[in-house]
């Protein structure tokens, strides 16, 4: 991870004009700042029609040129106006590839900035400790180096362009409780397992941070003064500014400002009261200038920042746009079986053969992008993956039959008179998503509804090929049922391009390349405990696939698991390099290289994955986990070298090379 930034460089002059501006604000401008400026009444009726449609407002100065922050949510893309709907954040952590995602966040800055906005506040890194959090599908998985990285490129994407908030700091990955389930954590696995992805964000230049619903040992995050200001700020240099979650964000205006907490959003609540507070002693006056300077910095950081002639009304969902969402949802779909039928496998589709598809089930006709909380993008058109399907057939002369499956038995009777089946099944925003009055929050169950389960068992049976198709933001347990299925393929939320990528792939026009970015364990059980509704509970060191290694349990598809068409042979893997200097943190740099051949007649793509055994948090032994990752291109018949840079903790002896977190996948490699 990067060094913190040394911020007094590279601002130069901005310091001073800070100053400047602050010294000349009165102390009710200064209070202005650090609060939404929205009327409680009309932004709630604003916000419960249509959330975020328009900008949301925080600390505008006109007198000082301050135009104040202008807020849009994410990050399945900008949910102001008719966006681009990208695939959620989940499907493009499946893909492994940060370079992707860089490029989805300048689509994503530029959309933003074109609809009025200013700060981004999208990135979500919370970890997914359980796979039944509601909200999983808006963050990057189970590993804090894969959140990391794909934070840090999120927010490299849209930073030129506008600025980032990224939340929700910290610990909060429980949905039904967030208001006020206290999670109790261990200092050490706190800062070894469940910080490093938001310190890594931080260093790359977020200017916000969103404080999180929940408490942490006890504390209210938007008013934890460790969190906020030793850790956040002091230890880790962070001179943005911290904005609470919307609404029931803190319950004490006193405790909030001097935590650390700069802005309460969306509207002035509890901060109403730090005037008198301010007068009584009760809040440094010191305190609010810092604050005040925090969010007019943020401001000015923004000056001179962009491409204006990119942020134009037809930049909205433009085709580029639509295609790059195309593109990441084709590239994030993980194959997960593939097994042969008369002696080839299921997928890709042999479109020389194949006359008729069958499509069944209720999700392949509904535009099933994503929950309706406060990350839901309105775009101008969803291709949903039956319209996708029929788009390919008229292309590719294949029929296309429809059964939405209420009737298992007719929809048995349609898939079996094809010569293919998709049946689409898996989660929408009833079963999953943030805890609103219009549904979703935490999942009841990680198995497919029973009905889902029926329907898949009856078409498999009529139809020997079938894939199945699952949609969500999250992992399934499917051990009842996939054995059955010759192909199966995760497509999480897809986006508005989504029907167009699923065919992309079937048809096998792009390679199945995307990669579990959590565990799907064989059964509920093999998980840390989770209660929906729980007052309190303990996050400790195992979850994952870290916790599958401790507890010797196999899942039924592993952490960075997922099937390409073309095989790829693995060389030996070989150290390439060991830095002979420690980092400030003690961790040595290591370069790993590996030679990939891809088949004759089909370009392949592999993620290359390092795991280190490493002692984390208070889990006394070892346990792998990921440190590196490289996704190659590898074109038909040619072998590329591939190197993976990664860091190592002192007197590390050896690391573990391969294309999954399977221990039976992974080679050793020593250190020396
Ligand atoms: C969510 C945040 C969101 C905010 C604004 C909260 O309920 O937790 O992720 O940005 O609302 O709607």
């Given at each position: 991870m990067t060094e913190p930034r040394d911020r007094a460089d590279r601002d130069d002059g901005l310091e001073s004009e800070v100053r400047r501006i602050v010294d000349d604000l009165s102390l009710d401008e200064r209070l202005h700042l650090m609060s939404g400026d929205g009327k409680w009444l009309r932004g709630n009726l604003e916000m419960a029609e249509r959330y975020n449609a328009e900008p949301l407002v925080a600390g505008e100065l006109p007198r000082h040129g301050l135009p104040g922050i202008r807020f849009t949510d994410g990050p399945r893309g900008v949910v102001m106006g008719a966006a681009t709907a990208f695939p959620a954040a989940m499907a493009r952590a499946a893909t492994f590839d940060p370079t992707l995602e860089e490029r989805v966040g300048d689509a994503i800055g530029v959309e933003g900035r074109a609809l009025g906005a200013n700060l981004f506040a999208g990135v979500c890194i919370n970890l997914v400790r359980h796979p039944a959090w509601g909200r999983a599908q808006e963050t990057y998985g189970e590993d804090s180096h894969l959140l990391g990285a794909m934070g840090v490129a999120l927010t490299r994407g849209v930073r030129p362009h506008l600025l980032v908030c990224v939340k929700?700091?910290?610990?909060?990955?429980?949905?039904?409780s967030r208001m006020w389930v206290d999670v109790r954590v261990d200092e050490r696995d706190l800062h070894d397992l469940y910080l490093p992805h938001f310190r890594a964000v931080v260093d790359e230049g977020a200017e916000s941070v969103m404080s999180a619903y929940n408490t942490l040992n006890g504390e209210r995050c938007g008013q934890h003064h460790h969190l906020l200001t030793q850790v956040l700020k002091e230890q880790w240099g962070f001179d943005g500014f911290v904005m609470s979650d919307f609404t029931f964000g803190i319950t004490s205006a006193a405790k909030a400002a001097n935590g650390g907490l700069d802005m309460e959003m969306p509207f002035r609540m509890h901060f109403g009261r730090l005037r008198r507070l301010v007068r009584s002693g009760a809040v440094p006056g010191s305190r609010v200038a810092d604050a005040a300077a925090r969010v007019v910095r943020a401001q000015l950081r923004l000056r001179g920042r962009g491409e204006p002639a990119r942020y134009t009304p037809e930049a909205v969902a433009c085709p580029g746009h639509r295609a790059l969402s195309r593109e990441a949802a084709a590239r994030g779909m993980v194959l997960l079986r593939n097994e042969p039928v008369a002696g080839a496998p299921v997928l890709p589709l042999d479109l020389a053969t194949i006359r008729s598809v069958a499509v069944v089930g209720r999700l392949a006709s509904l535009p099933n992008i994503g929950d309706l909380g406060s990350s839901q993008v309105h775009p101008p058109e969803v291709v949903t993956l039956l319209d996708g399907l029929q788009a390919a057939g008229t292309a590719h002369g294949f029929e296309v039959t429809y059964d939405d499956g209420t009737d298992p038995a007719a929809a048995a009777a349609v898939a079996g008179a094809a010569d293919v089946a998709v049946v689409v099944v898996g989660s929408t925003f009833r079963d999953e998503g943030e805890y609103l009055l219009k549904a979703g929050g935490d999942r009841t169950s990680l198995r497919l509804r029973t009905a889902d389960e029926d329907l898949v068992q009856r078409v498999a049976r009529a139809q020997p090929r079938t894939v199945a198709v699952l949609m969500g933001g999250s992992s399934f347990v499917t051990d009842r049922w996939h054995h059955l299925v010759p192909g199966l393929l995760m497509a999480w939320?897809?986006?508005?391009e989504g029907g167009h990528a699923l065919a992309d792939v079937l048809r096998g026009a792009v390679e199945p390349q995307g990669r579990l970015p959590l565990t799907w364990p064989a059964s509920g059980n093999d998980l840390p405990p989770f209660r929906r509704f729980a007052r309190r509970i303990t996050y400790g060191p195992l979850f994952g696939y870290r916790m599958r290694e401790a507890t010797g349990q196999r899942p039924s598809f592993p952490f960075g698991f997922g099937l390409g068409y073309a095989p790829v042979v693995w060389g030996a893997p070989v150290l390439a390099e060991v830095g002979d200097r420690p980092g400030d943190d003690g961790r040595v740099e290591v370069r790993v290289r590996v030679e990939l051949t891809a088949p004759a007649g089909r370009d392949a793509v592999e993620v290359v994955q390092v795991y280190v055994p490493e002692v984390l948090g208070t889990h006394p032994a070892p346990l792998r986990t990921l440190r590196g990752f490289a996704r190659a291109e590898v074109p038909a018949g040619t072998t590329v070298p591939v190197e993976v840079a990664l860091t190592v903790p002192p007197g590390a002896a050896e690391v573990l090379v391969g294309p999954s977190s399977d221990p039976d996948a992974l080679v050793v490699v020593p250190l020396s």
């Open positions: 929700h700091f910290a610990v909060n990955r429980m949905e039904n939320y897809p986006g508005m």
